[in-house]
């Protein structure tokens, strides 16, 4: 039986490994653009963004037409004296509305500003944040995918290595304790494959569920992974700088501090301005005035500056540990691209020499110099090497996306 195609099929799950697709663009891994532009641009998580949006802009035209309204007030009576029997009609008009300082005019308007800005950069966050679980459940199908076509063919093999176990115990060559562990083996080959298949159509069905209109990954050869360009250090201050949660971090503490200041400014409290018309002694007197009324601040407004600054203060601790964790993120993003690359290589070098050594085995046992328990035990390690080199590739894409991603150089905006 030495004509058991046993390197066929070790060559076909090489092939599985990617080795022969080195020559592919890891691009073309990814989804459409397209699509995934339009799809994000639709997300519900955008979508309620941009109602954020919406809500900043509102609050900002608020701000700049200011607290105040124009009130008006008037006012009818009657006017008599003792031992006169005559009776006056009187009324009374007045026009009145406070009036912004105009520092604070000026103050409401860089807060409606940041207001909007901040919305925007929510916006952008959303969106990147959004792309990031898409990239992850894609990734995750294609390794649910990868895996089932694995042990698609770790089946076919087990099935093959069945019928010339067979042959040869027919053959009087081997004991048929051989032909039942070959048969075990198939059996149990076949539930990993079975086992494999179902959690791709789950993860197919959750795709579907998760992302309308956006296209399942294909069937097609994935690329070997590549190791990113330059170091993860230039990597990692090229994503911080484009990082939109740090970007919205810095302007809640802008919107703090102004909003601090704003309160400070309230020491001074707004003046109210009115104009006022009078009739009296049934118009034989007229009276025309403007007043002025001026609200004097006391410890509750000093109170509040005091709150309002240490607001402030949490505001920039805050953002210091935000940033600090998402130069710690970055770090870790930009190491793991080239790390998982390196993990890739190492296994998918070890994955060849324990096929290699498979395939020994069973030269072996074809000769009658190996048992049927040494090839099957070295084919299980074979394939378990083999599992391990084919989700280091999927990591080492992965993270390769994610850096790309984070450094938004993949499915930016226009």
Do not use: C
Request: hydrophobic content about 45%; glycine content about 4%.
């Amino acid at each position: 039986m030495t004509g058991f195609p046993w390197r066929s099929w070790s060559v076909t799950l090489f092939l599985l490994a990617g080795s022969a697709w080195a020559e592919v663009p890891w691009q073309t891994v990814l989804p459409p653009t397209e699509p995934v532009l339009r799809w994000l641009a639709e997300s519900p998580q955008v979508q309620a963004a941009n109602a954020g949006m919406a809500l900043a802009k509102a609050q900002s035209q608020r701000l700049q037409a200011g607290p105040y309204e124009w009130t008006l007030k008037t006012g009818f009576q009657r006017r008599s004296s003792d031992g006169t029997p005559e009776r006056l009609r009187e009324q009374e008009w007045a026009l009145e509305r406070g009036v912004r300082w105009p520092n604070k005019v000026a103050q409401d308007e860089k807060l409606g500003h940041l207001l909007q800005s901040e919305s925007e950069a929510a916006r952008e966050d959303a969106r990147h944040e959004t792309a990031r679980s898409l990239l992850a459940d894609w990734f995750e199908q294609l390794k649910a995918r990868a895996s089932a076509q694995r042990q698609s063919a770790q089946l076919a093999l087990a099935e093959q290595q069945l019928a010339g176990v067979r042959l040869r115990v027919k053959a009087g060559e081997v004991a048929p304790l051989d032909a039942l562990a070959a048969q075990a083996d198939q059996a149990r080959a076949q539930a990993l494959a079975s086992q494999a298949h179902s959690r791709w159509q789950v993860l197919q069905r959750q795709w579907q569920g998760r992302y309308p209109g956006l296209p399942a990954p294909l069937a097609a050869p994935l690329p070997d992974p590549v190791a990113p360009e330059g170091d993860a250090a230039r990597w990692a201050q090229n994503i911080l700088r484009h990082s939109h949660e740090l970007e919205w971090a810095q302007l809640r503490v802008e919107i703090v501090q102004a909003q601090a200041e704003r309160q400070q400014q309230e020491r001074w409290a707004d003046p109210l301005l009115g104009v006022r018309s009078a009739n009296e002694r049934s118009g034989s007197e007229r009276v025309l005035g403007v007043y002025v009324s001026l609200p004097l601040g006391g410890a509750a407004r000093q109170a509040q500056v005091a709150a309002a600054q240490a607001e402030a203060e949490q505001a920039r601790q805050r953002l210091t540990l935000i940033e600090r964790e998402l130069r710690a993120k970055a770090a870790e993003v930009a190491s793991a691209a080239f790390d998982q690359h390196a993990a890739w290589q190492q296994l998918h070098h070890a994955s060849e020499q324990t096929w290699r050594s498979a395939d020994l085995q069973w030269r072996a046992y074809t000769l009658g110099e190996a048992s049927l328990a040494d090839v099957l035990q070295a084919r299980r390690l074979a394939q378990e090497d083999a599992q391990a080199a084919e989700n280091a590739r999927m990591d080492a894409l992965h993270s390769h996306a994610r850096l790309v991603l984070d450094a938004h150089q993949l499915w930016a905006q226009e």
